[in-house]
Structure formats: C-alpha cells, structure tokens
C-alpha cells in the first residue's frame, strides 16, 4: 500500500525531470545569444513546472473515490431509510447472527422500518407484550428514526434496548469491514426499496389515490388484498 500511495509523487518527479532534461540543452543550443538562451531556458523551467501540477493534479483525481450516485457504496441514515421494511427485518437479523455470540441470552427483537420521524411508545408496548407472551425477559427495538423520550423511559423499566438509525450505523461499523461490506452487499441487493406485500410475498406496485391523488404502494393482487404502505421515506415516485 505504501509503495503504491507514493507511485504518484515518483511519476511527478520523474517527469519534471525529463522535460528539464531534454528541453534545456535543447533551449541552450537554439538561441544564438546569451539572453535568448537565458529565456528558453527560463520557458522550458516553466513548462515542466506546469507538467508537473497537471500530472500531480491527475494522480489526486485518480485516488479519490468514486462518486456514488446510488448512495448504495457505503452506510448512512438514507440508505437505511429506503429499505422496504422485509429488507430491514433482514439486514438486522443478519446483523445479530454476525455480532452476537452463541452464549448470548434470548431476547426479542423487533424492527420498525422506513420511518424518518420519532418512534412513540406504542411499538415499545407490543414489544413488551412479545417478550411476555415468549416469556423472553429482554427485548430490542430497532429503528431507522428515533425514539420519543416517553418510549425511553417506558423501555428503561421494560429491560428493553432502543437502537436508533445511528446507532444501527455506529454497530455495524464496529463490525470488521468484511462483515460490514457483506451487510451492506445483502442490504442494496436487488430492488432493496419496493416494499413487499406483507400478506402475498410479493414487490407492491406504485398506484395514485383517485380521490386525493397521493401516492402509495398497493399489491399486485388487488382487490384480492387490499394491503397499502403510504410511506414518507420511500414512497412511491
């Protein structure tokens, strides 16, 4: 890696010297007196100098990153929020099976997808229900937005854990980067933003409300299900 980060100021080096090498003798022989052989040289002094910064300027280009327009090369609060939510449900039951270890104890953990704004206390109580009903006494609350103060308290009493978008980030670049690159790889696989129907299995399709004309997701089996998702962060364009 050292060798390779260094290539470029050899090749700047390397061709100033040639342009010195070559154009002053050159700039030297041509000129019959002393000020014209003192002006080309000068020039040819120049003209390497302003070889090397274009040459130098081309090395940075070529080793700065890529830009990603997709914004799927890397994690961030936007890309976890355009994940349909069976995406989610994925990338964190993936996330547990690579971060927790066997002799970890059972908990609950549930997932609250696609959501920008601030979590309530009402997903924190079917949560608590859950855990009750499984007889877990933990649980874990994973969301892509935040959570209001009264879900905090009411989970703080609840042996509830509330992992918001970033801290969601903040474990996952704990992870070592092959697992968080195979993470992100399974995360933007395929169509990783339509959301799928809950009860058929399959990618919703985009539709516009008749009546208010907003847009939302409807199954492709409709009228036989009539399931929809009138999500903010990853609705319909």
């Known amino acids: 890696m050292r060798e390779r980060l260094g290539s470029g100021p050899r090749i700047v080096r390397a061709l100033f010297a040639a342009i010195l090498a070559l154009g002053v003798p050159i700039a030297i022989a041509l000129p019959t007196d002393l000020n014209g052989k003192v002006y080309a040289s000068g020039a040819v002094v120049l003209i390497a100098a ?114 918001d978008g970033g801290e969601l980030l903040r474990k996952i670049g704990a992870l070592a980067p092959e697992q968080g690159q195979a993470l992100l790889k399974l995360a933007t696989a395929g169509d990783f933003s339509t959301p799928t129907c809950p009860a058929c299995g399959i990618k919703m399709s985009a539709r516009t409300s008749s009546t208010e004309g907003r847009k939302f997701w409807g199954c492709l089996n409709y009228p036989r299900c009539k399931r929809t998702f009138f999500g903010a962060s990853n609705a319909p364009a």
């Open 50 to 163: 302003a070889a090397a910064i274009l040459a130098a300027a081309l090395v940075r280009r070529r080793k700065e990153p890529a830009e990603d327009p997709s914004g799927t090369g890397r994690w961030s609060l936007e890309l976890l929020r355009r994940l349909e939510w069976r995406r989610f449900e994925e990338l964190c039951a993936a996330y547990y099976e690579v971060a927790e270890g066997a002799d970890k104890p059972p908990s609950v953990v549930q997932c609250k997808p696609s959501s920008v704004y601030t979590v309530g206390i009402k997903p924190v109580r079917e949560l608590r229900a859950a855990m009750a009903a499984a007889g877990v006494p933990q649980g874990v609350l994973v969301a892509c937005g935040t959570f209001t103060s009264e879900a905090k308290e009411f989970s703080r009493g609840e042996n509830i854990q509330l992992i």
